[in-house]
């Protein structure tokens, strides 16, 4: 694999009494308290997410923590396991949008305690999708069930943390429906819009 190919991580040189040596970017972003959530939510992401909030949390179950999201969305099931994680801890977590929090990834942003975006950040919201479509009639109506039972359960989490109606909500995510940082803010799915992090 092409050295340009492959996912740069960047290190940081540290020099001590000892010498130099180098730590991962990530890994001193996480001695500040600061997770990234970035790209597709999997149940990879959620393991690795849920493992730091826990273990932050047991070390300063005071302090504050920070979560980056940039990312697409992706599983329900693992979104909902982060989403009830954030909600179990007793940190207070600030939820900061560079780029994009779509779908799952904006239940996720919109359930921060202090909610933040850069300005040509965007959310976009919307019903959760079927993956898969056939099988019996049974089977058809199962699937149909269960996505208007998660349907509800979202717009509930949405609507509890923009202060906006249910049906407002069901209106909104009828469709693909996209917010840039003033209207996010305006919608109530975001506090304010920053330029400093």
């Known amino acids: 694999m092409s050295k340009f190919n492959a996912i740069y991580t960047p290190q ?32 990879a992401m959620c393991n690795s997410v849920s493992m730091q909030l826990r273990y932050l949390n047991s070390v ?3 302090k504050e923590i920070k ?5 697409p969305g992706g599983e329900v099931a693992s979104g909902m396991a982060l989403y009830d994680v954030m909600k179990s801890i ?14 799952m990834a904006a239940v996720l942003f919109i359930s921060g305690d202090e909610r933040e975006m ?9 019903d959760p999708l079927i993956s898969r479509f056939g ?7 199962s ?4 996505l208007m039972q998660t349907r509800e359960i979202i717009g509930n989490i949405l609507a509890k943390h923009t202060g906006r109606s249910l049906e ?18 305006q919608y109530g799915i975001a506090d304010r819009i920053i330029t400093t992090i």
């Open 12 to 43: 940081i040189l540290k020099e001590t009494s000892s010498g130099h040596y180098s730590v991962r970017i990530e890994d001193e972003m996480f001695r500040n308290r600061e997770i990234q959530c970035t790209g597709t939510i999997d149940e």
């Open 135 to 141: 099988g019996s009639a049974l089977q058809v109506k």
């Open 90 to 103: 007793s940190c207070p977590i600030r939820t900061i949008c560079l780029g994009t929090a779509a779908s």
């Open 60 to 62: 300063s179950p005071d």
């Open 168 to 185: 407002e909500i069901f209106e909104a995510t009828s469709k693909d429906t996209y917010f840039n940082a003033e209207e996010a803010v």
């Open 118 to 126: 850069l300005p040509h950040s965007h959310i976009m919201i919307h």
């Open 67 to 71: 979560i980056f999201i940039n990312s």
């Open 143 to 146: 699937m149909s069930d269960n």
